[in-house]
């Protein structure tokens, strides 16, 4: 196994930041981390990257223990932080060179990695990185990850804050590194990327919901789901919680996710019920179900 956690535990005080956890990422597989803010990704990169000691439980990565041998995994990784890692005040050029040189590497010898990545920011290469776009930081500070050349790269939240065409040529990217066999672990709360990634573990409040491809996550959803729009999405959100045949409701984009509780659910029952209620414009059309839809699901 690439990364392997056996009933990790973590707790800042009295807030149980990770409790129990346990799963395994195969060599060359790009896993997600997915949850709200809070749910203790942060928490578990660190103890993976060796930043912090879990109170229980083991982990290793790239066959290390993070406590024993944690000298060895930091060479042996790549860690993106959530918060950008670079220095504001150096220029593009005088980052790569200060991460390649603290590895004991230069730009040149590991060109061959970061050279799909590299060429997009190197008309920049003598701005400062406080000076940056968004995603040109982001693209910046992957090559910073990867100057060294990782077996394992660890990415918490890479495109949050990124603009759509920046998230969709990222996450290009990373396929392109999982073809040259890095092992990746990437967390992140869009749930498009989710469906991204090989296998994904959904987490809340420290603990895994669940761990699967995100394709069986989703076929395990147990209702059918219903697009619901009308006039006035305040009304009918309100209207479709006060139903007594409501299992759930949220909204979603410019309609809401309903289920129902009833097997015998009728789109017509449900449609005059609306329009009792001063609703117009009304349509209800069954839906696939997301990893959103199943994550709500598994929360609850
Ligand atoms: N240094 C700390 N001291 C006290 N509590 C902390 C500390 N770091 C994290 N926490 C708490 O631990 C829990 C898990 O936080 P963590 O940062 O791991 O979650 P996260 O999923 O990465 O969320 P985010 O995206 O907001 O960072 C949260 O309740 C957080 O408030």
New binding site residues.
Partial sequence: MSISLSNISKS??K?K?VQDISFDVEPGELFGLI?P???????IFRILTTLLIPDEGTATVAGFDVVEDYKAIRNAVGYMP?RFSLYQDLTVEENLTFFATIFGTTIEENYDLIEDIYVQIEPFKDRRAGKLSGGMKQKLALCCALIHKPKVLFLD?PTTGVDPVSRKEFWEMLKRLQKKGITILVSTPYMDEAALCDRIALIQD?EILDIDTPKAIVSKFPKTIYNVGANNMYKLIQALQSYKHLYSVFPFGEFVHYTDKRDSFQIADLKSYLQNKGLANISIEAAQPNIEDAFMELAK
């Fill in positions: 800042y005080k807030v930041a949850g803010d809070g749910a203790g990704k942060t928490t959530g939240e420290g």
